[in-house]
């Protein structure tokens, strides 16, 4: 398992909100319908300073700073959350039905995901890890890493097919130098590089006796012409297509209406060569 991080409380901080003289304003707590009283205070990544209470936090997460080591301080704790992200994070801790995470962008998602886990809020864990997992083609890259990261093998797994149409700079955009996902995702893009030369490339030769017989025939020659142009034009077309779940592989049988069993045997199997190498791609996870 991953660390998480317990969050220091800081010896001194900006108290930019305290000048002398000023009358003190308890900053908010984030759920409009809280009726608790704020007596901790967070300062987002950004200067945001929102109101919270001690016993939330310990309650819906682990790794807030404990009642213990806040209770002699009304310093706001410094978190490197943003405050958007804190005050999702926060909804999640109270005692009232969850915000939805469905209409959240991708930055924002795996930002409260992220916060969720270093927290331990187990309440977001659940709202992300569930639409993340059953939402792959959502935000793909985002959640490939994220499920690698967090080792959730099943959001990684769900995510990867839907990443392998894109290109290595769109992966390590989302990278944040996790190499090692990286070269994993290399690896298993590399398997569907594989099928995508077998399924671009006719085998003319059909195995007899144990021997490579090239197959010469005017029926064959006329079936690739009619099935070649029907096929992805470069192997990147067809790693797009593979992603999408759109590669059809009936293209193979369409003109395979061939009065010469050996032309038959060739297309069929052109077919099943394809189709058992698609099947037969690891998971992603196996790469990590
Ligand atoms: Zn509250
Ligand atoms: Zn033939």
Aim: glycine fraction near 4%; include cysteine.
């Amino acid at each position: 398992m991953l660390a998480r991080h317990k969050v220091d409380v800081p010896a001194s901080i900006p108290a930019s909100t305290q000048g002398e003289g000023d009358v003190q304003r308890q900053p908010l707590c984030p759920s409009p319908e809280c009726q608790l009283s704020v007596d901790v205070v967070l300062l987002s990544s950004c200067g945001a300073l929102i109101g919270a209470h001690r016993k939330n936090l310990d309650d819906f997460g682990d790794g807030f700073p404990s009642d213990d080591s806040i209770t002699d301080s009304t310093d706001p704790v410094k978190l490197t959350e943003d405050e958007e992200t804190l005050k999702l994070l926060l909804l999640f801790m109270h005692k009232q039905i969850y915000p939805k995470v469905s209409g959240l962008s991708g930055d924002q998602l795996f930002a409260l995901a992220e916060a969720a886990e270093k927290y331990m809020v187990f309440s977001a864990i659940s709202a992300c890890n569930v639409f993340i997992e059953t939402n792959p083609k959502a935000f793909p890259v985002q959640s490939m890493f994220y499920g690698a990261k967090f080792e959730y093998p099943d959001i990684a797994d769900a995510a990867a097919p839907f990443t392998i149409g894109k290109t290595l700079a769109n992966i390590r955009a989302y990278a944040n130098n996790n190499d090692t996902v990286v070269y994993a995702w290399l690896q298993y893009r590399e398997a569907y590089i594989q099928v995508a030369e077998r399924a671009l490339t006719p085998t003319s030769t059909l195995h007899v006796g144990g021997r490579e017989v090239p197959h010469v025939c005017k029926g064959w020659k006329k079936y690739l012409a009619a099935t070649i142009p029907k096929l992805p034009r470069t192997t990147m077309n067809a790693l797009s297509l593979f992603a999408k779940g759109e590669f059809d592989l009936s293209v193979y049988e369409e003109h395979s209406d061939l009065e010469c069993p050996p032309c038959r045997m060739l297309a069929k199997s052109w077919r099943n060569d394809v189709r058992d190498m698609l099947e037969e791609v690891p998971s992603f996870h196996t790469f990590l």
